[in-house]
Every structure is written in structure tokens, then in C-alpha cells.
């Protein structure tokens, strides 16, 4: 059986470096054996941020992109938490917000790049409950705000 982790390196993928959170609060917090990771927004490995309003400045493609970087940094959040990604029960839920322009009704397929991610790492326990909503400004001009729950094995 292969780990996330395992499956992490197979895919290629590099975890980004985190970032401080820029207010106060935690960029995640466990209760039992739940943790939740806060809103993450897609910042490159070198720091830079992707910005943009999707319907505008950004089509379906490269937000679907941007989600699937955010997801990245979600799972670097996760093993710095947790020490590493095959901690991880399940992902419970995960919460994608899409800087919309007027109009724009995609939200779901945006999120879906951090979902399939999820999916590609911890396979069947990464299916989640999920909402993905369109919203008319982010914080920093993200794309793409995602957040998550997730249960923890010791």
C-alpha cells in the first residue's frame, strides 16, 4: 500500500515553504483528532503570489491551477502540524472560495484542482465533503481562498 507521502514524491509535486499568517491567528489548530487548516490562498514556491479575478483575469484552467497550488501549501501546513502527510485519517471537508467576476458560475471546477490533488495523494480518504462558493474579493487579490478539516490517526 502506498503512502501519501510515497505518493506525494511519485506525482513530483515539491510542497512550497509556509508562510507566516498575517494576523492573529493559527495557520491550523487540532481538537481530538481533528484538524483544521486555515484559509490557504496559491503562493508559489519562490513566495510570489498568484492574483487575479477568475472570469477576467484568470480562466477555469489557470484558477484550476492556482486551486491545485493552494492545495499544495494546504499539505505543507498538514506535515508541518502533523510531522508527516500519512497522519492523515481522512479529509472530512474542504471550503473553496473563488474571486468571481460578475457572472462567473464556475466555482466548482476551480476548486476541483485542489480536490483532485487531495484525491491524487491520499486516494479514497481523500474524498471530502465540499463546499466551493464564488465571492467578489479575496484578501492579497487570490484567486482562490481554500480551507479544510481534517481527522488525524495518531
Known amino acids: 500500500m502506498t503512502s501519501p507521502e510515497q505518493w506525494l514524491r511519485e ?48 480562466d477555469v484552467a489557470a484558477a484550476y491551477a492556482a486551486a491545485r497550488l493552494t492545495g499544495l501549501g494546504l499539505l505543507s501546513t498538514l506535515r508541518r502540524e502533523l510531522g508527516s502527510l500519512d497522519h492523515v485519517a481522512r479529509v472530512l471537508k474542504v471550503l473553496g472560495m473563488v474571486n468571481a467576476a460578475p457572472g462567473f458560475t464556475q466555482a466548482p471546477a476551480v476548486v476541483d484542482g485542489c480536490s483532485d490533488l487531495l484525491v491524487e495523494v ?33
Request: charged share 20%.
Open 11 to 58: 506525482l513530483g509535486e515539491q510542497l512550497p515553504g509556509g508562510t507566516a499568517p498575517v494576523g492573529t491567528y493559527l495557520k491550523a489548530a487540532r481538537w481530538g483528532d481533528l484538524l483544521f487548516v486555515s484559509g490557504h490562498g496559491p503562493v508559489r514556491a519562490d513566495g510570489s503570489r498568484v492574483s487575479g479575478k477568475v472570469g477576467t483575469d484568470l
Open 122 to 154: 491520499f486516494g479514497e480518504p481523500g474524498r471530502h465533503a465540499r463546499t466551493a462558493v464564488g465571492v467578489a474579493e479575496l484578501p492579497f487579490e487570490f484567486p482562490v481562498e481554500i480551507e479544510m478539516v481534517v481527522a488525524v490517526r495518531n
